[in-house]
T-cell receptor
C-alpha cells in the first residue's frame, strides 16, 4: 500500500461545476497538508496549505483535512477552463520528508 | 508565495556531455532544497535532498556520481547531470523549503540526443 493514494483520473467536468479532489494516506504522523497545481511542463504551484485538521478556504478553493479518517480533499467551485491542470496532494510531518500523491489530471470543458 | 527560479527551462545536449541546472530561492534563504525527476503523466520522484554546506542525501537507486549536487549558498543549489545519456532525458524540478512549505522551480526539460 502506498503511503499516499490519489486517483490519477483523468477527471473531466463542464465549466462551472464543483470539482472534488481527494487523497488518502496511511501515516498518522502527517500533520502538514498541501495541494499543488501543476500545468503541463511547469513546476508545481502551491495552492493550499493546512496544518492538522480542519477546513481552509481561499477564493474558489477549499481544502479539508480529516485526520481521523486520514483523508484530505480539495474543492474547486465554479470551475474554469484555466483550472485544467494536474493537482497533487502532498503531506509531511516535517519539511524534509514530503510525500506526494500521484496527481489527478483535471480538464474543465468550456 | 516565495519564488524559486530554475534555469535553464529547456536544454538539448549530445550524449556524453554534462549539463548543469541551477535552482535559486529569490526572496528567502533555503537551507534545504530538493531535486526531483518527473516522467510524463507521472508524479514527482525525489532524487536527492540538498543541504547547504554539506553533502546531499540521495534516494535509493540514484547514482550520486551521475547526478552531482552542490548547495554552496543559502540561495543556490545546482544539479549536474554528468556524461548524460538518452535515458537521462526527463523533466527535472527543484524545490526549496520555507518553513513547512515547499516552493518549486519551473522545471528543466532535458533532452539528450
Amino acid at each position: 500500500q502506498k503511503e499516499v493514494e490519489q486517483d490519477p483520473g483523468p477527471l473531466s467536468v463542464p465549466e462551472g461545476a464543483i470539482v472534488s479532489l481527494n487523497c488518502t494516506y496511511s501515516n498518522s504522523a502527517f500533520q502538514y497538508f498541501m495541494w499543488y497545481r501543476q500545468y503541463s511542463r511547469k513546476g508545481p504551484e502551491l495552492l493550499m496549505y493546512t496544518y492538522s485538521s480542519g477546513n481552509k478556504e481561499d477564493g474558489r478553493f477549499t481544502a479539508q483535512v480529516d485526520k481521523s479518517s486520514k483523508y484530505i480533499s480539495l474543492f474547486i467551485r465554479d470551475s474554469q477552463p484555466s483550472d485544467s491542470a494536474t493537482y497533487l496532494c502532498a503531506m509531511s510531518y516535517n519539511n524534509n520528508d514530503m510525500r506526494f500523491g500521484a496527481g489527478t489530471r483535471l480538464t474543465v470543458k468550456p | 508565495g516565495a519564488v524559486v527560479s530554475q534555469h535553464p527551462s529547456r536544454v538539448i545536449c549530445k550524449s556524453g556531455t554534462s549539463v548543469k541546472i541551477e535552482c535559486r530561492s529569490l526572496d528567502f534563504q533555503a537551507t534545504t532544497m530538493f531535486w526531483y525527476r518527473q516522467f510524463p503523466k507521472q508524479s514527482l520522484m525525489l532524487m536527492a535532498t540538498s543541504n547547504e554546506g554539506s553533502k546531499a542525501t540521495y534516494e535509493q537507486g540514484v547514482e550520486k556520481d551521475k547526478f552531482l549536487i552542490n548547495h554552496a549558498s543559502l540561495t543556490l543549489s545546482t544539479l549536474t547531470v554528468t556524461s548524460a545519456h538518452p535515458e537521462d532525458s526527463s523533466f527535472y524540478i527543484c524545490s526549496a523549503a520555507q518553513g513547512e512549505k515547499l516552493f518549486f522551480g519551473s522545471g528543466t526539460q532535458l533532452s539528450v540526443l
